[in-house]
């Protein structure tokens, strides 16, 4: 399977949640890990948009997460878009997409 990493920093860069998936689908949006048999089960926020903002360090970033899918538009650059799973846009609208998801 793919394995696939995600750290999110609080505002006084203390380490909220780190999350190391490696990826053995068994449902839409069930992730278990062969290894240790942990299962990680994200069906309840599947068709959620998470946010997270972070203005430390003169760097104004947001950041957006739809689990388990491509939901978040991005800006990429001259009026065009694409989608992702992970994105990030600073505080010029700069986007940028950190991860997509590849249906498992």
Do not use: H
Request: hydrophobic share 30%.
């Amino acid at each position: 399977g793919n394995c696939y990493s995600m750290i999110i920093m609080s505002p006084t860069q203390t380490i909220l949640l780190v999350i190391v998936i490696c990826q053995y689908m068994t449902d839409a949006c069930t992730f278990n890990d062969q290894k240790t048999g942990y299962e990680l089960d994200l069906t309840a926020l599947a068709y959620t948009s998470l946010q997270y903002k972070n203005e430390e360090g003169g760097k104004n970033y947001t950041y957006f997460y739809t689990p388990c899918r491509n939901g978040e538009e991005c800006k990429i650059n001259e009026g065009n878009t694409d989608t992702g799973m992970f994105v990030r846009n600073d505080n010029n609208d700069n986007c940028e997409i950190l991860a997509n998801w590849d249906g498992g």
